[in-house]
């Protein structure tokens, strides 16, 4: 049964103050990446007046200026690329980000789990190429970190990480990059977005809206305003706002490398549609100026991604 969405889902959406996502869903091979974006691409279709696909830079102003949702085509796998004429097909119907990696090994890269790290293949050097070529964004998050440092020295364009977190404030967490990590993706021009996930943001209880600023504020004072944004890592309403027993199987069958501590997957008082709002909130106290906020809030995505999609 194809999903219905209504006016009322439109309306939570474009209330959540978020004009454009990136659905970030997953792939095991190049047959089922084209069945999600054939499923996708249908479902935008149905429903024009409220929903757009974002191909390129210009579509994130024609979504704001029509009052439309924005929806970026991007995958947390590699799997989709099973030759170089993959990445064309995955660009032809419409991704415009993939990951190289998800926590383990992929044909291209290691993740962040991956016990021993051989970073980037040789066959991945190559899907790095080939998308840098066509304009898709080549994105660190869960790569491991040889994986991110060469990905950052292979690559001709920006990079992004999408959803992730400072080592350097969380030392226990595989997920979290290093100050080196993060400095070689600012000096390719790239964007790294924090996370709001609770056991990625600090390793132990409690964990609170003020830690998030806490990791933006890192990662400014480490390189710039111009290379950190908001990667939430939840949808518009995160499972803590679901069913009691879903978030309860959620965390404890969590792989043990992400470290999960308390009862919370998305920090307190980020766990729904307010999530942008609160944040807003946060760096005004912490003196932020309303240019930085936003540059922070969406502003250095869609500069970063811009200049990707260019090609």
């Not at 020295?153 to 920006?158: D, F, I």
Request: net charge negative.
């Amino acid at each position: 049964m194809v999903p219905s969405f209504t006016s009322s889902d439109f309306r939570q959406f474009v209330g959540s103050g978020i004009s454009a996502i990136n659905f970030g869903l997953s792939a095991g091979s190049l047959r089922e990446a084209n069945e999600l974006f054939a499923r996708w691409n249908g479902f935008i279709l149905q429903y024009p007046r409220w929903l757009a696909r974002v191909d390129k830079a210009a579509d994130f102003a024609q979504c704001k200026a029509t009052g439309r949702y924005g929806i970026i085509f991007g995958l947390q796998s590699a799997a989709q690329f099973e030759s170089l004429e993959a990445v064309d097909a995955c660009y032809a119907a419409g991704q415009r980000i993939s990951q190289l990696c998800h926590n383990f090994r992929s044909v291209a890269a290691d993740g962040a789990f991956e016990p021993r790290d051989a970073g980037v293949s040789e066959f991945g050097a190559k899907v790095i190429e080939r998308m840098n070529s066509l304009g898709m964004a080549v994105d660190l998050g869960h790569a491991s970190e040889r994986t991110k440092l060469e990905a950052c020295e292979l690559s001709k364009a920006s990079l992004i990480l999408s959803h992730g977190n400072c080592r350097a404030l969380n030392p226990g967490s595989l997920r979290a990059s290093s100050d080196e990590a993060i400095r070689a993706l600012a000096k390719r021009g790239g964007v790294m977005g924090i996370t709001c996930i609770a056991f990625m943001v600090k390793g132990s209880e409690p964990v609170m809206v003020d830690d998030v600023i806490d990791r933006v504020d890192h990662v400014r004072d480490l390189v710039g305003i111009e290379h950190v944004g908001i990667g939430s890592d939840a949808g518009i309403e995160s499972n803590d706002l679901g069913s009691p027993q879903i978030l309860q199987d959620m965390l404890t069958k969590a792989d043990p490398r992400y470290r999960v501590h308390g009862t919370h997957e998305v920090v307190a008082g980020l766990e729904g549609p307010n999530r942008f709002f609160e944040l807003t909130a946060a760096l005004l106290r912490r003196g932020y100026s309303n240019e930085h906020i936003r540059l922070v809030l969406g502003g250095n995505w869609q500069r970063a991604l811009g200049e990707i999609w260019s090609g």
